[in-house]
């Protein structure tokens, strides 16, 4: 009919089409060869968990499933039809053909061929329909949409349309005859129409072709993510084996993200500010704008707002649990701040609390002899760098010098002497465990306050490190080398002091519910010993809140925020004090002194009466009463 055109299309296009791929697929990989370099790596070897992953996220999509059953069933469907589709493309060459499956009998072959691919089709193209239409007339405020969605959605329905036409037509009779209006009449025919079988490959041809180039690429590297980055757990061994600024891995990972936008739709920063903040959006941007336009790589492309967004992130992994590409958020968020950091793009205040660090040893700004103060109103004060002691209580900065939460050592340390415990403080001989500055993408000295904190307290020859504060914890797990040092949060250590009857517990009688905190939940995987404790102190009514365990609400104090803005956090707060009071508890725990300065500014600020603890106190409290 066209001979021309068929020419073209069947002859020439599938050469220019081979040639476009590889050459999209060159330019596509090697941004990723850009990455910095990871000196070690950590990584899971646990085959249950890879396996666990590989069905529950890359086959039935957990991660959506927990967000919205709707969404669910649509990308079910969706990624479900372009199998269909595929396979139906596989019939002339034998695979998924009516003689293949002929041994299942007639009717099971007529819906395998058939039927299912027919409906499968119209899902996939109505599916298509749907999501063009969201993104044009709904234009949901937690999605940024880029010429590029339009492409990839545009051309993904044209293929689904022009393909459903073309298995309606086999179903015709020969001709069909549609009188639309008086003199205006449609004759369609019995396929094969050569017209619209060359439209369909000339479509995916282009889509091809656009593959490479075009955010639908998450096809390939989205599985591959899951498997490398998610199943595999591959990550830096530590930050400090990682050099500033973006990996491979985390090219790889933004590579893999989808523009769900689950991870704004879960965020509590969006939520906080009204759709204004849209942090992991800027991160992915950021990253991507980076790795595929290396001319971005001059400052001038990175907007205020973008920078703004990646230095408003709490690092509180809300989004990594959810999202579907299993993408670490929190690496590449780190990773962004390093990058910016070289730029000297930093909020000027980050640059105040790294010379705080480097020069006095906390990032308070404090003199670091004062570490030890809350000490001297403790009740048994606890003895202060003893040699042969058993323990160490390694106590923070913040838990050290703030005075809002200082009754937490106080109340860590009473514990302990009641339990009979040999352990010592370091006082100023603590130095700050490095958090804020690798968060903050200002890893620079952090090594110098590893090497004094693991040396000092080798030399007093304690075999276990007690935390109260979940970010030293996570850190000391995280990023300290391997030393044989135990460590041990204090709702660990607490909840087998109560198992052991080394310490008694009292009547309480009130409704109380828990907190996770970021570093100690989601990030250090700490549940059920923090209930355990709760639940063993009589007369409690244990409440959990509606967001809870990994799906629990970041306090807002995370991420070094409070660094920029002070009362930031106390707006993200609000939220779970609201939560907390809705459920009907006079007492809200939690195990994090960041968690309780923020929840109490939270509380004035929305008028709260509850009472804000930390779990230390609690126990205390209730060992009183006993
Ligand atoms: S990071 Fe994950 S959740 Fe966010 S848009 Fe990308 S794929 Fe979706
Ligand atoms: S880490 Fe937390 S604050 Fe940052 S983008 Fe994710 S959900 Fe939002």
Redesign the pocket.
Known sequence: MYPLLEFFTYSIMPYITLILVITGLIYRFSGWFRGVKIKKYRFNKNIITFIEHIIMDIFLFRSIFRVSKITWFFAVSFHLSIFAILFGHLRPFGIWSKEQLAWLGKPVEQILVETLPTILGVVFTISAFVLLIRRIIYKPTNEVSIIDDYIAILLVLLIGLVGSIMRFMEHLPQYLIIDFLPGITFVLEKTPNETLTLIHILLAQLFLIYLPFGKLFHIVTTPLNIIIAKSLGLEPYTHLDKEDGFSKLDYLEADSCTSCAI??E?????EATNGEYK??IA?NRLVRSIKLKPKLRSTSSIDADMVDDIY?????????VFCPSGIN??AL?ISAREYLGKKNMMPPNYKLAKDSVDKLRNVLGLPNEERGMWNEYSYTPASIMEKGSDYVYFVGCMASFSPAVQDIPVAVNEILTRAGLNYTILAGEEWCCGYPLIIGGMRDGVEELVNHNIEVIKKLGASTVIFSCPSCFLTWRMEYPENGIRLLHHTQLINQLIKDNKIKLGHINAKVTYHDPCDLGRKSGIYIEPREIIKNIPGIEFIELKENREKSL?CGG??DVEIIDENFPALVGSKVINMADESGVQYLVTACQQCKRTFMKAAKKVGSNIRVVDIAELVLLSMENA
């Open positions: 991870c704004t879960v965020c509590p920063v969006y942090s992991y991160i408003l992130c709490l690092l509180c992994a809300r989004c990594k958020t929190v968020g970041c995370g991420g």
